[in-house]
């Protein structure tokens, strides 16, 4: 007897229908156990991609068909992510802007439409996940036609489509933030994303290290399981994808010269170009050192190949690391690079946002204090209490004592050249109205510049974290335009030294006042580095400065009166790495000596530098500082500031003690 034509319309596999295992719906059982049975396809990533992947107008610079062949170093990395080879943990510090993210994007492609799995995606913080669901997943299922029939819309009812999971046939991805333990640990993962590891906190919600908590949950698919981890790198030291980079084998990408086919990975000391010239940037090969035109990138590009320059401690770990020196035509440009560098230079924050940002490299804190007798052999003469005549604003740093208040006067020129201009205690303390006053008097006085002139304070920060109600009150008495409040907080990973002003309460004749002082935030370490590294530098003799020699942008100038004690403090820390309770490395200031207070009023008086504008004022408002007070402008491409003016040697160091006589 023929089986029912109902039974027959469901045979798709000969030999296999219901009436043959015995009961309904038997095949539709049997065909999908064996799909879990198929291997996994051999389709690699980068070909998934140049046939399926399409890039949104919205999501993307260069809309349309994904090509692997317009970022030829992303093909290996991409295929090591295939199902079909056996590396387990591919780890890629690199630059910014050099199609990482996009290559993360197609292995998550890749996954839902050729490998289905439980995958993981990880970003910084869960808002930046949802943020990334919405500017990047959502357009890349949109616009690919395989992707859109495998996850349903949001709008469905039970499609299992929401911001931060997207469940498919067979697996489902999960995104979350590394601030969230709860995100981390929520499901098991065969593949794991782990993005911009370096931004990640110490520890999510208390619980550890959020890379170990993530990589935990694909421990159980063994040698099937992939992790991507992706950042641009921070802090040497402290770095995560350095870390991983290091303990890889460390690939660089090799292209060849156009002249000499002499194979090599691009270094930023082998670009080259005329000074204050950033237009003539070409590469010089370093086997003929012929220079290498912009347009040879993209053939170079094509013929290059990945090398592993070191052994890994892990066999199944790969390393790569790329700068933007490799960035194709179009993109980031050598002449930018070349640009932004000497854009750069003078400053720590965008010394360190070149390094790594464009060269995909750490940055490295020097934190080892000056010795400060050498200091003492480098100071310099000129007229006591006069502002030396390249000085262009004034700033103060206040550290509130016990029993007094300390100023340090700070004069300061182009590319952040700066003088001691004028150290005071006022004594008293915070609790005497005397002190303040002479504090408020500091505000009015001015002091004789070498030009003739005249000058005040441009800002005056002043520490908070001792008597913070007082300082706030005297703050708002004498007006924030001229002061600023300011509280200093350790750690090099904010992406601003200074941050502010916010609105906080404050205590003023015994009555709170909500939002009635403003509070600026200091990241003391990153200035503290920067002073230590100014005070290293190299300078030209005394002779050659006579002779007309620039001092590198940054020096500090010390008079002769600065006695040793002043010397010993502001010499009085040192950086050094320290191990948390959960093991993590951790970079910590820690004093030599009890008294510190000038280099806490160098920061502060630095900060207000910052507050100033002066890191980011153009050469029209240096210049307008320049015709103010009839100084020439230097020349050389650094237009830095010159030497002070030098006088007869003070034969006794000075320190001036002010009482509760001064000004009067």
């Given at each position: 007897?023929s089986a029912?034509?109902?039974?027959?319309?469901?045979?798709?596999?000969?030999?296999?229908?219901?009436?043959?295992?015995?009961?309904?719906?038997?095949?539709?059982?049997?065909?999908?156990?064996?799909?879990?049975?198929?291997?996994?396809?051999?389709?690699?990533?980068?070909?998934?991609?140049d046939?399926?992947?399409?890039?949104?107008?919205?999501?993307?610079?260069?809309?349309?068909?994904?090509?692997?062949?317009?970022?030829?170093?992303m093909?290996?990395?991409?295929?090591?992510l295939?199902?079909?080879?056996?590396?387990?943990r591919?780890?890629?510090?690199?630059a910014?802007?050099?199609?990482?993210?996009?290559?993360?994007?197609?292995?998550?492609?890749f996954?839902i439409?050729?490998?289905?799995?439980p995958m993981?995606?990880?970003?910084?913080?869960?808002?930046?996940?949802?943020r990334?669901?919405?500017?990047?997943?959502?357009?890349?299922?949109?616009?690919?036609?395989?992707?859109?029939?495998?996850?349903?819309?949001?709008?469905?009812?039970?499609?299992g489509?929401t911001?931060?999971?997207?469940?498919?046939?067979?697996?489902?991805?999960?995104?979350?933030?590394?601030?969230?333990?709860?995100?981390?640990?929520?499901?098991?993962?065969?593949?794991?994303?782990?993005?911009?590891?370096?931004?990640?906190?110490?520890?999510?919600?208390?619980?550890?290290?959020?890379v170990?908590?993530?990589?935990?949950r694909?421990?159980?698919?063994a040698?099937?399981?992939?992790?991507?981890?992706v950042?641009?790198?921070?802090?040497?030291?402290l770095?995560?994808?350095?870390?991983?980079?290091?303990?890889s084998?460390?690939?660089?990408?090799?292209?060849?010269c156009?002249?000499?086919?002499?194979?090599?990975?691009?270094?930023?000391?082998?670009l080259?170009?005329?000074?204050?010239?950033?237009?003539t940037?070409?590469?010089h090969?370093?086997?003929?050192?012929m220079?290498?035109?912009?347009?040879?990138?993209?053939?170079?590009?094509e013929?290059?190949?990945?090398?592993?320059?070191?052994?890994?401690?892990?066999?199944?770990t790969?390393?790569?690391?790329?700068?933007a020196?490799?960035s194709?035509?179009?993109?980031?440009?050598?002449?930018?690079?070349?640009?932004?560098?000497?854009?750069?230079?003078g400053?720590?924050?965008?010394?360190?946002?070149?390094?790594?940002?464009?060269?995909?490299?750490t940055?490295?804190?020097?934190?080892?204090?000056?010795?400060?007798?050498?200091?003492?052999?480098?100071?310099?003469?000129?007229?006591?209490?006069?502002?030396?005549?390249?000085?262009?604003?004034?700033?103060?740093?206040?550290?509130?004592?016990?029993?007094?208040?300390?100023?340090?006067?700070?004069?300061?020129?182009?590319?952040?050249?700066?003088?001691?201009?004028?150290h005071?205690?006022?004594?008293?303390?915070?609790?005497?109205?005397?002190?303040?006053?002479?504090?408020?008097d500091?505000l009015?006085?001015?002091?004789?510049?070498?030009?003739?002139?005249?000058?005040?304070?441009?800002?005056?920060?002043?520490?908070?974290?001792?008597?913070?109600?007082?300082?706030?009150?005297?703050?708002?008495q004498?007006?924030?335009?001229?002061?600023?409040?300011?509280?200093?907080?350790?750690?090099?990973?904010?992406?601003?030294?200074?941050?502010?002003?916010t609105?906080?309460?404050?205590?003023?004749?015994?009555?709170?006042?909500?939002?009635?002082?403003?509070?600026?935030?200091v990241?003391?370490?990153t200035?503290?580095?920067?002073?230590?590294?100014?005070?290293?530098?190299?300078?030209?003799?005394?002779?050659?400065?006579a002779?007309?020699a620039?001092?590198?942008?940054?020096?500090i100038?010390?008079?002769?009166?600065?006695?040793?004690?002043?010397?010993?403090?502001?010499?009085?820390?040192q950086?050094?790495?320290?191990?948390?309770?959960?093991?993590f490395?951790?970079?910590?200031w820690?004093?030599?000596?009890?008294r510190?207070?000038?280099?806490?009023?160098?920061?502060?008086?630095?900060?207000?530098?910052?507050?100033?504008?002066a890191?980011?004022?153009?050469?029209?408002?240096?210049?307008?500082?320049?015709?103010?007070?009839?100084?020439?402008?230097?020349?050389?491409?650094?237009?830095?500031?010159?030497?002070?003016?030098?006088?007869?040697?003070?034969?006794?160091?000075?320190?001036?003690?002010?009482?509760?006589?001064?000004?009067?």
């Amino acid at each position: 007897m023929s089986a029912p034509s109902s039974t027959a319309s469901r045979r798709s596999d000969p030999g296999l229908d219901d009436d043959l295992v015995g009961f309904d719906g038997s095949a539709a059982l049997i065909r999908a156990w064996l799909r879990g049975l198929r291997p996994d396809p051999d389709l690699t990533v980068s070909s998934w991609a140049d046939r399926h992947r399409k890039l949104a107008s919205r999501a993307s610079a260069e809309p349309g068909q994904y090509r692997t062949a317009r970022t030829p170093y992303m093909r290996e990395i991409m295929d090591r992510l295939s199902p079909g080879d056996p590396t387990q943990r591919i780890v890629f510090m690199k630059a910014a802007q050099v199609g990482a993210t996009e290559a993360g994007n197609n292995w998550i492609g890749f996954v839902i439409h050729q490998a289905p799995g439980p995958m993981l995606a990880v970003q910084p913080t869960v808002e930046l996940a949802k943020r990334n669901s919405r500017q990047r997943i959502d357009p890349l299922i949109d616009e690919s036609p395989e992707l859109r029939e495998r996850v349903k819309p949001a709008r469905s009812r039970d499609a299992g489509n929401t911001m931060l999971s997207k469940e498919f046939a067979g697996g489902i991805l999960i995104m979350t933030g590394a601030n969230s333990a709860v995100g981390l640990r929520s499901t098991p993962a065969r593949y794991i994303f782990l993005d911009e590891v370096d931004a990640y906190p110490a520890s999510a919600d208390e619980e550890g290290d959020p890379v170990t908590l993530a990589e935990a949950r694909s421990l159980t698919f063994a040698h099937r399981r992939k992790v991507f981890l992706v950042s641009t790198p921070t802090i040497r030291g402290l770095s995560r994808i350095e870390r991983e980079f290091e303990a890889s084998d460390q690939r660089r990408f090799f292209v060849p010269c156009p002249h000499c086919d002499a194979m090599q990975w691009l270094k930023f000391d082998r670009l080259r170009w005329e000074k204050g010239r950033p237009e003539t940037a070409e590469y010089h090969c370093e086997g003929c050192d012929m220079p290498i035109a912009e347009h040879h990138k993209t053939r170079m590009l094509e013929r290059g190949e990945w090398r592993a320059t070191a052994t890994a401690t892990d066999p199944t770990t790969v390393g790569y690391h790329l700068s933007a020196l490799y960035s194709p035509v179009g993109w980031l440009s050598w002449q930018r690079i070349a640009r932004a560098h000497e854009a750069a230079r003078g400053s720590d924050e965008a010394m360190r946002a070149f390094r790594n940002t464009i060269l995909g490299e750490t940055w490295m804190e020097t934190g080892e204090a000056p010795d400060w007798q050498r200091l003492a052999d480098r100071r310099e003469s000129w007229v006591s209490g006069t502002v030396p005549e390249r000085s262009l604003f004034l700033t103060a740093g206040a550290d509130v004592q016990k029993d007094r208040i300390e100023v340090d006067v700070w004069a300061w020129g182009r590319g952040l050249e700066s003088w001691l201009v004028d150290h005071l205690v006022l004594e008293g303390g915070p609790g005497d109205p005397a002190c303040w006053q002479q504090l408020t008097d500091l505000l009015g006085r001015t002091w004789a510049h070498g030009s003739g002139q005249r000058m005040t304070l441009a800002r005056l920060a002043i520490d908070t974290g001792y008597e913070t109600s007082a300082v706030y009150a005297w703050s708002r008495q004498v007006g924030f335009a001229q002061v600023a409040p300011v509280k200093g907080v350790e750690g090099f990973a904010r992406t601003s030294p200074v941050t502010g002003p916010t609105y906080v309460d404050a205590t003023v004749a015994g009555k709170r006042l909500r939002r009635g002082a403003r509070l600026w935030t200091v990241a003391t370490s990153t200035f503290k580095a920067e002073t230590y590294r100014f005070l290293r530098q190299d300078r030209p003799t005394r002779e050659e400065q006579a002779a007309g020699a620039l001092c590198p942008p940054g020096t500090i100038h010390l008079p002769d009166w600065a006695d040793g004690e002043w010397l010993k403090q502001l010499t009085a820390e040192q950086l050094v790495t320290v191990r948390t309770k959960r093991g993590f490395a951790r970079l910590e200031w820690q004093k030599l000596r009890e008294r510190n207070e000038a280099l806490d009023t160098r920061v502060y008086a630095r900060a207000a530098a910052w507050i100033a504008g002066a890191d980011r004022w153009p050469e029209a408002r240096w210049a307008d500082l320049e015709a103010q007070l009839g100084v020439a402008k230097q020349d050389g491409p650094e237009a830095g500031p010159g030497t002070p003016v030098h006088v007869e040697r003070r034969t006794s160091p000075r320190r001036r003690t002010v009482r509760s006589s001064y000004m009067r």
